[in-house]
Nanobody, 124 residues
């Protein structure tokens, strides 16, 4: 099992920035990739960005490219999502996820461990 705990969400004005963190614990040696996903009320959970635990190019959803940066500190077992130029459409509950599947990509189906989520609200 892998446990994931998100932090860093909150209320921010449009155009502002926010940094999310996800601390992983448990069987982290089995993790192949991690990612950030988000879900707005009444909508499906969508991928925001994913990153492999060791090497590889990060994946970004088209709607966040150039605004968000995903990173991973393997020494601290912590993943980050630096978000900038936020707008009202970015308002959602942001979830951290981990995959033990070596075929993991940006597809949500590969992710089998999830955090509880952290709310991000952007005021316009």
């Amino acid at each position: 099992q892998v446990q994931l705990v998100e932090s860093g969400g909150g209320l921010v004005q449009a155009g502002g920035s926010l940094k999310l963190s996800c601390a992983a614990s448990g069987r982290t040696a089995s993790v192949y990739a991690m990612g950030w996903f988000r879900q707005a009320p009444g909508k499906e959970r969508d991928v925001v960005a994913t990153i492999r635990w060791i090497g590889g190019r990060p994946y970004y959803a088209d709607f966040v490219k150039g605004r968000f940066t995903i990173s991973l500190d393997t020494a601290k077992n912590t993943m980050y999502l630096q978000m900038s130029s936020l707008n009202a459409e970015d308002t959602a509950n942001y979830y951290c996820a981990a995959s033990t599947n070596t075929r993991a990509t940006g597809d949500i189906k590969f992710y089998d461990f999830w955090g509880q989520g952290t709310q991000v609200t952007v005021s316009s």
